[in-house]
C-alpha cells in the first residue's frame, strides 16, 4: 500500500526555518519524481519543488527559488524540503505527492494529506 506522509509543520516567525519531511511507504522513493504542493487559504494549490528519478535534478517555483531545497533521504525512504528565509505568504497547507512520471508529469498518482506551516510573528 502506497503512503506519503508529511511531518515538520509549525508555526515560525518571518525569516526562520523549517525541514518538512515526506515518509513514503509502499515503494522505494529513490525510484521516482516527488514533488512538493502546497495551497494558502482561498489560493489555487501550487507546485513548488520536484526532484527528479532520473538524475536527482531538482526544480523549484519562482516563489521558493533561492530559499527552499528539495533533497533525498534514502535513509529514511524520504524526502524533504528545507524552507529558509520563511515569509508571511509561505503560510499553507504543504503537501507531497508522486507524480506519473517525471517533474513535468500533469498526474498525481498519490498524495499525502499535508502538513501546516504558519509564517507569522
Known amino acids: 500500500q502506497v503512503q506519503l506522509v508529511e511531518s515538520g509543520g509549525g508555526l515560525v516567525q518571518p525569516g526562520g526555518s523549517l525541514r518538512l519531511s515526506c515518509a513514503a511507504s509502499g515503494f522505494t522513493s529513490d525510484y521516482y519524481s516527488i514533488t512538493w504542493f502546497r495551497q494558502a487559504p482561498g489560493k489555487e494549490r501550487e507546485k513548488i519543488a520536484c526532484i527528479s528519478h532520473n538524475d536527482g535534478s531538482t526544480k523549484y517555483a519562482d516563489s521558493v527559488k533561492g530559499r527552499f531545497t528539495i533533497s533525498r533521504d534514502n535513509s529514511k525512504n524520504a524526502v524533504s524540503l528545507q524552507m529558509n528565509n520563511l515569509k508571511t505568504e509561505d503560510t499553507a497547507v504543504y503537501y507531497c505527492?508522486?507524480?506519473?512520471?517525471?517533474?513535468?508529469?500533469?498526474?498525481?498518482?498519490?498524495w499525502g494529506r499535508g502538513t501546516q506551516v504558519t509564517v507569522s510573528s
Open positions: 505527492a508522486r507524480p506519473a512520471g517525471s517533474c513535468s508529469a500533469r498526474v498525481i498518482e498519490y
